[in-house]
């Protein structure tokens, strides 16, 4: 934990890394996610524990306002359910104020505010944890097959001796390769199911009401806002109720009914309407991803096409034969060595080893 909140005050998790080891859109769940949802978790830790989350008004003399914002603070709120279809400023001072007596089953209580902040911090490290199991399970063997090679301007000694390794490292590990590949893959799964599943984990935290969340705000954008209640309100109210008892002078309990203002979930619905829409893009984009996955192991002409339009300085009759011989494994590996070294170095050493490819029939042709 302690690398990624480093990272992110130093800004290093934003930079190009000099190995890429994964895709763009693994990118986005473990870089762009996990920093804006740490960003959002600073913002409403800030909001919530160094200024003052809720104000109440009340009438009881005798106790300070400090008591009760912090009761309300830990006990909930809540609101009521039919106030919110009721004309503010003739029925209702405000949406889902209301008296209660008589109206218990229509009463929503919202307890969720004093968790958000928690609820935030561990969706981030769910959308890091990917990107940690894959890069312990990849080792660093991209970093140590790079060998600088990335920089084209090296002497030729350095340059051949550094090619020669490499060469030897993939003719003497051909098809040792695929587990290593499907391990990134299965770390792309499982960014897939972490986004879906943290989307219905927030259905559950906001019982039931995330879901429809952005649909509902878009309708009310596009509607009579007269007719129908505005959904950033209604989950996250700006004004609630709550109930506080006491002993009186005689000894008998009373009930004191307060209104109190959330100023806090004006940020809270601005930052959920967010993660909806960015959550969705993302589980799409993922989606797409793990078909494009799924397509590219079946189809050797799909992985040639692939190297055909990314690589264009090697020569086809190359890339056929490396995509006919190789497994998987072996040409997702030679395609991130190509992504992370010099590309007229990447050319040689890619038309190496398909020339060390002997084909069936010349082997025969041996044989007989």
């Keep these: 934990m302690w690398d990624i ?8 998790l934003f930079k190009t890394r000099k190995v890429n080891t994964d895709s763009t859109i693994f990118k986005l769940h473990y870089r762009a996610t996990f920093c804006i949802i740490l960003l959002f978790t600073a913002i409403l830790a800030a909001n919530q524990y160094v200024g003052k989350p809720i104000r109440c008004m009340h009438h009881m003399d005798e106790h300070p306002d400090e008591i009760l914002d912090t009761f309300c603070w830990i ?23 209301d008296n209660s007596r008589g109206n218990q089953e229509e009463v929503k209580v919202y307890r969720f505010y004093q968790w958000v902040s928690f609820c935030l911090l561990f969706q981030a490290i ?12 990849e080792g660093g ?5 790079k060998m600088d090679l990335d920089v084209g301007i090296m002497t030729q000694v350095d340059r051949k001796q550094k090619q020669e390794m490499m060469l030897d490292y993939l003719q003497s590990n051909i098809r040792n390769h695929n587990f290593w590949a499907f391990k990134y893959f299965f770390c792309e799964i499982l960014a897939f199911i972490n986004v879906v599943g943290q989307m219905f984990l927030m259905d559950r935290f906001f019982d039931g009401e995330f879901f429809s969340y952005g649909t509902d705000v878009i309708n009310f954008m596009q509607s009579d806002q007269e007719d129908r209640v505005d959904p950033m309100i209604y989950i996250f109210p700006r004004m609630t109720k709550c ?5 009186g002078l005689s000894g008998e309990v009373e009930r004191h009914d307060s209104i109190c203002i959330l100023p806090l979930n004006i940020v809270n619905e601005k930052i959920y309407i967010f993660l909806w829409f960015w959550f969705i893009i993302l ?6 991803l793990i078909i494009y996955r799924v397509f590219m192991f079946t189809s050797s002409k799909l992985r040639a096409y692939l190297f055909k339009i990314h690589y264009r300085l090697i020569e086809q009759y190359d890339i056929e034969k490396i995509a006919k011989h190789y497994g998987v494994g072996d040409w997702y590996l030679l395609y991130m060595i190509g992504i992370n070294i010099d590309a007229g170095i990447f050319r040689d050493v890619f038309h190496r080893l398909a020339e060390n490819i002997k084909d069936g029939s010349e082997e025969n042709r041996r044989m007989v």
Excluded: C
């Design 141 to 145: 063997k991209l970093e140590a097959l």
């Design 126 to 137: 769910l959308f890091y944890a990917p990107r940690w199991l894959w890069k312990t399970w």
């Design 5 to 12: 909140v480093r990272g992110v005050a130093t800004g290093t």
């Design 243 to 247: 109930t506080f008892h006491k002993y």
């Design 283 to 288: 589980a799409v984009l993922t989606l797409i």
């Design 75 to 97: 006990h909930s709120t809540y609101t009521v359910t039919k106030a919110f279809y009721k004309k503010v400023g003739v029925d209702v001072p405000f949406p889902g104020v």
